[in-house]
């Protein structure tokens, strides 16, 4: 649902969106949309994914149904002739290109030992990569619009080292493409081209986030990156370059007070998972003298929970009851093996075997290497397992740390859904 009113500013404009047949790019297409702009949807779907939604072309008709005009190009932002190719279209069907978003991403929350070079290569080859060219293909034609603006979908430049030690390689890819918006916004002031980034405050429910926690009931829709994109997009580009916008920011001071509409559970509102690569820097003020790691507190409720001392012996009586409900079903769905060393008044190291037999938990490592190894205080263990804690919530909060396969970890997720009920 967009809350923010479209003024026509973008009609007659035509947009350049990398990545718009799904998710934050289409929905940054829709909203243009709406006020008669042109979108050239250059994304790689052409053919319908078994498990991702939408097409170039299906996109394209959701464009033109809401009285924009649409030219769906294949362009895998790798290839250079590609997005010449569509750029070349463009000029032919809309005269000229005014906005570029460069939305395309890959994603692989993986930490060094565990990123193989052609996953490497790739995050590099699209997000980094792919902005500088698509920016660099289109700059002859931006520089002859009276309205031109480049928006990068990247995060702040934000130098603590938590952000790098996670996931170092999605990190570099991801801040290669904010970089960009750093260089090219003071290159290109001459030409007045805007040069912006905007990044989401909380997840977005999107495939991404669908694939990496099989939820989004704590996410926010993607209406709301869209609606800041939009606002931004209709600034003078001669006056606003430079900035790296926060959604959330961008639509209160637009004037809307009431983000509730955008969250996917409005029950959850109070509850969402915030993105990555935001640190609170009033929190970070109180904790200046302990390790980054454990500065890192958000701007939402999600972390307002009070932290109980629990008594003796919970963890203990914690697997006690896990081992009552694993099941054969489980351990098809999960296949995975967790790690978990607890600290704090009852520290120590467990297990819980998802992808052997017909499961197993315990006390101790693991039987066989561990897929991932989560580490946390006993307290938050406890919460997490109660279900008043989310694993994804944890780890995006400092509470979590975890090490092996980042993917594999967060099916905890859908499996702690099965168990809070019984446990």
Not at 20 to 26: D, L
Not at 103 to 131: E, F, P, V
Not at 295 to 305: C, E, G, K, L, P
């Amino acid at each position: 649902m967009s809350l923010v009113a479209n003024t026509g500013k973008l009609a007659g404009r035509t947009l350049f969106i990398t990545g718009a047949s799904r998710g934050i790019g289409k929905a940054i297409a829709l909203k243009a949309a709406k006020d008669g702009a042109n979108v050239v949807i250059a994304a790689k779907t052409a053919e319908p994914h078994p498990k991702l939604p939408g097409t170039i072309y299906t996109a394209a008709e959701e464009i033109e149904a809401l009285g924009g005009k649409a030219l769906p190009c294949i362009v895998d932002v790798r290839e250079e002739k590609q997005v010449q190719a569509a750029i070349d279209e463009a000029v032919k069907k809309f005269g000229g290109i005014d906005i570029l978003v460069n939305n395309a991403s890959a994603i692989s929350l993986t930490g060094t030992a565990q990123t193989d070079m052609k996953r490497y290569d790739l995050m590099h080859n699209i997000n980094t990569r792919g902005t500088y060219l698509a920016s660099k293909l289109c700059l002859p034609l931006l520089k002859n619009s009276n309205h031109a603006h480049i928006l990068n979908l990247s995060p702040p430049l934000n130098m603590s080292p938590y952000w790098f030690s996670i996931h170092v390689a999605y990190t570099m890819a991801k801040y290669g493409m904010s970089m960009c918006v750093l260089g090219m916004s003071e290159e290109f002031k001459p030409f007045n081209i805007g040069v912006n980034a905007l990044w989401p405050k909380t997840a977005i429910a999107t495939a991404a986030i669908e694939m990496l926690t099989g939820d989004t009931s704590t996410s926010r829709k993607p209406e709301i990156v869209s609606d800041a994109a939009y606002i931004m997009l209709s600034q003078d580009p001669k006056k606003y370059t430079g900035n790296f916008a926060i959604d959330e920011d961008v639509v209160k001071q637009s004037g809307i007070k009431d983000l509730t509409p955008y969250a996917c559970d409005p029950k959850n509102v109070d509850n969402l998972l915030l993105d990555g690569f935001l640190d609170d820097p009033a929190a970070i003020g109180a904790h200046r003298n302990v390790t980054t790691a454990s500065i890192r507190r958000y701007h939402t409720s999600a972390v307002n929970y009070s932290e109980k001392s629990e008594p003796e012996g919970q963890i203990p009586t914690l697997f006690g009851s896990i081992s009552k409900v694993i099941t054969p079903e489980l351990v098809k769905k999960t296949q995975a093996i967790y790690q978990f060393n607890v600290k704090g008044k009852e520290e120590g190291v467990w297990h819980i075997d998802l992808k052997n037999g017909e499961g197993a938990c315990g006390q101790g490592e693991p039987k066989n290497p561990p897929d991932a190894t989560l580490t946390m205080d006993s307290t938050n263990f406890a919460e997490m397992f109660a279900g008043k804690l989310k694993p994804t919530t944890a780890f995006m909060m400092g509470k979590l740390k975890i090490s092996g396969d980042l993917q594999k970890a967060m099916k905890l997720e859908k499996m702690m859904k099965s168990l809070k009920n019984k446990v």
